[in-house]
């Protein structure tokens, strides 16, 4: 598959509404994020305004956005460490000094707790 003939599709998220593509000119990885233009939801267009501009260094960082025949597709930097979901679902559970260092950096992101880094780091 290719998106206007910039993004290589290279695999799938694990919902189907993310995909992992190669920008064709660059090389870089990408996640590109698609919704079906026939089930858009109303802040759609708040989404991505206020994520194209959003400059944080613990916000994944928003590329461009684009349309195809039946999505809107957002294009956005490839985080390889997976979700959160995830990382809490092969501990099975987290201990509390763990959860709440997760939960900091989770809740208040572009505050004072922004400093912590990522979970695996709270290890």
């Known amino acids: 598959m290719d998106f206007e003939g910039k993004y290589e599709f290279t695999g799938r998220g694990r919902s189907g509404a ?10 870089e990885q990408v996640a ?3 919704m079906e233009r026939a089930y858009l939801q109303l802040n759609v267009e708040s989404e991505i305004i206020n994520h194209s501009q959003l400059r944080h260094p613990h916000v994944v960082q928003f590329r461009e956005v684009f349309l195809s025949p039946h999505h809107i597709n957002i294009a956005m930097d490839y985080a390889s460490g997976g979700s959160l979901f995830t990382y809490v679902q092969c501990r099975n559970r987290l201990r509390e000094p763990l959860a709440r260092c997760v939960f900091v950096s989770k809740t208040v992101p ?8 990522s979970p695996a780091a709270c290890d």
């Open 18 to 27: 993310v995909v992992l593509a190669r920008n064709t000119r660059t090389g």
């Open 32 to 34: 590109i994020r698609r």
């Open 110 to 117: 572009l505050g004072p707790a922004a400093a912590l880094q």
